[in-house]
């Protein structure tokens, strides 16, 4: 089955520590994007990439990095210098665009320790 | 700057009552488009309905039903006849075209449908 899968659901992070959220999706999209989720906030985009070796920020990129090294990979890493990184990450892909359908993974609930 | 503002957060409706989530948007752009997703518990947006800027036409499927008005920039969603499946939180989603384009997500609404 074509679709997006993130991994861990549920990732524990001590403070201070790194850590990378897994993106990866089999429909052969070339767009790819960030969220993150907060209760009351809506989705707001930290990361998005048009095609392979090139991204670009969103609204909230500060303390977040990503790559794009495959068309199929987009992981994203949440460094020690994001204050308050606890909160649900969605992964999203599209065929080109934002103004195409989105399809999104089932998210990561990222806790800080 | 684009903008789109879901002003209920919290709804709560008894089955078969139907129900109209609203949604209001900004934008300087005369070609956009405009989205509906669905998140349910599990966590995943599921994509509802895509309309361009140019296609004012209202449109059915099944229970779910869409009005776009470009004269009071809106995109109202309503559902008819409500079920508990139905419960999630739904988000108007405004993106414009061409190189770069990205989604612009409301803060969405909390539909709760009781049995």
């Known amino acids: 089955d074509g679709g997006i899968t993130q991994s861990p659901k549920y990732l524990f992070r001590k403070e201070g520590q790194n850590v990378t959220l897994s993106c990866e999706q089999n429909?052969?999209?070339?767009?790819m994007y960030w969220y993150r989720q907060d209760p009351g906030q809506g989705l707001r985009l930290i990361y998005y990439s048009q095609i392979v070796n090139d991204f670009q920020k969103g609204d909230i990129a500060e303390g977040y990095s990503v790559s794009r090294e495959k068309k199929e990979s987009f992981p994203l890493t949440v460094t020690s210098a994001q204050k308050n990184p606890t909160a649900f990450y969605l992964c999203?892909?599209?065929?080109?665009?934002?103004?195409?359908?989105?399809?999104f993974g089932q998210g990561t609930r990222l806790t800080v320790v | 700057a684009q903008k789109v503002t879901q002003a209920q957060t919290e709804i709560s409706v008894v089955e078969k009552e139907d129900v109209t989530l609203d949604c209001v948007y900004e934008?300087?752009?005369?070609?956009?488009?405009l989205f509906w997703y669905k998140q349910p518990p599990s966590g995943e947006l599921v994509f509802l309905i895509r309309?361009?800027?140019?296609?004012?036409q209202n449109e059915i499927s099944g229970r779910y039903s869409w009005n776009f008005q470009k004269s009071t920039s809106s995109f109202n969603f309503t559902i008819t006849a409500s079920q508990v499946v139905d419960s999630a939180v739904y988000f108007c989603?405004?993106?414009?075209?061409?190189?770069?384009?990205?989604?612009?997500f409301g803060k969405g609404i909390t539909l709760s449908v009781r049995p």
């Open positions: 989603a405004l993106s414009h075209t061409g190189a770069n384009s990205k989604l612009t």
């Open positions: 429909l052969n999209h070339d767009a």
């Open positions: 999203a892909s599209s065929i080109w665009g934002g103004n195409t359908e989105a399809f």
């Open positions: 309309r361009n800027s140019f296609d004012e």
């Open positions: 934008t300087r752009d005369t070609t956009y488009y």
